[in-house]
């Protein structure tokens, strides 16, 4: 994920190319170590240099990872006569690479020639049954032609061995949330919290699964997550307030006052209820009556 530092750093190397200050090569390289996919800006900016022979011989051997840079990009664009002639450059230069297989691959699934892009990765699978992207792609595949039931399985198969993979669990549970295999999602979710229990993002997503499958277990194991989430965060994530508030209501609900940690609940419906408030009224003036008439109504605001 791009931080805010990063992504200021683009706009200024993007609009400084734009307006003809030079720093297209800087654009490039930084897009690429930010993993940042700009595709349009990619093929605009990158695709005068490959044009230009006196510019492609100063990058050396980066010449061909601009050629890889463009195909991709191009690919994304639907400019496929681009991506055929980089990647035609390409294999002529690394005839028995690898690399270039993938690109090609992935050529075939930009085409929509679903069934020769599997069989071009079965092929590459052949000589490296654990090639990351080759079975990263097949995911893809699957999603993209509305197969999830595939994605799911190709997923679950690529963790049985890479299951270090923090993008794979949170991609299959991205897919299970979508098909409403909340059981399933909340596992995923669970995988990401043992390896990285300091990212705000899966505390939130993990509360939300469990306050959807509701039950007062359930409900009072989203709040606790809910409120993770604030505290990881510095205290400013309005949804995770939401989902405090909802969170309380439903268990107030539920419990009729029966629950034992009533005090401490109540503490914290009300710190949420208030900083949500005080949250509104900096920056949705407007909406300000609406979110306190709300909260009135479910008894967390006096």
């Not at 505290?231 to 268990?251: E, H, P, R, Y």
Request: aromatic share 8%.
């Amino acid at each position: 994920m791009v931080g805010a530092a990063e992504e200021a750093e683009l706009r200024r190397l993007e609009s400084e190319v734009e307006n003809g200050g030079g720093g297209a090569w800087d654009y490039l390289c930084l897009v690429r170590k930010l993993k940042s996919r700009r595709s349009d800006m990619v093929l605009k900016f990158g695709l005068p240099i490959l044009k230009d022979a006196k510019a492609r011989s100063k990058l050396g051997t980066e010449e061909w990872t601009l050629y890889e840079q463009v195909a991709v990009a191009a690919m994304d664009c639907q400019h496929l006569d681009v991506a055929k002639d980089c990647i035609k450059t390409l294999r002529k230069k690394f005839p028995d690479s690898t690399r270039v297989g993938r690109l090609e691959g992935m050529f075939l699934e930009a085409k929509g020639s679903w069934a020769d892009a599997e069989a071009a990765y079965t092929r590459l699978l052949e000589d490296n049954p654990l090639d990351q992207v080759i079975l990263k792609r097949k995911v893809a595949m699957a999603k993209a032609q509305g197969n999830m039931s595939g994605a799911i399985e190709s997923l679950n198969k690529y963790l049985e061995i890479f299951m270090a993979d923090h993008d794979a669990w949170r991609e299959l549970a991205e897919i299970y949330v979508s098909l409403q295999m909340y059981k399933q999602a909340a596992f995923c979710y669970e995988e990401l919290l043992l390896c990285q229990p300091t990212v705000p993002l899966y505390h939130l997503a993990y509360a939300e699964v469990l306050y959807t499958l509701g039950g007062l277990e359930n409900l009072q194991n989203a709040k606790k997550y809910y409120a993770s989430t604030i505290d990881l965060s510095g205290g400013k994530n309005t949804k995770a307030l939401f989902g405090i508030c909802l969170c309380s209501f439903a268990i107030n609900q539920l419990s009729r006052g029966r629950n034992k940690d009533e005090k401490e609940s109540s503490d914290l419906q009300s710190l949420a209820a208030t900083a949500l408030v005080k949250d509104y009224k900096q920056r949705a003036p407007g909406k300000l009556p609406l979110i306190t008439a709300t909260l009135k109504n479910m008894k967390l605001l006096s």
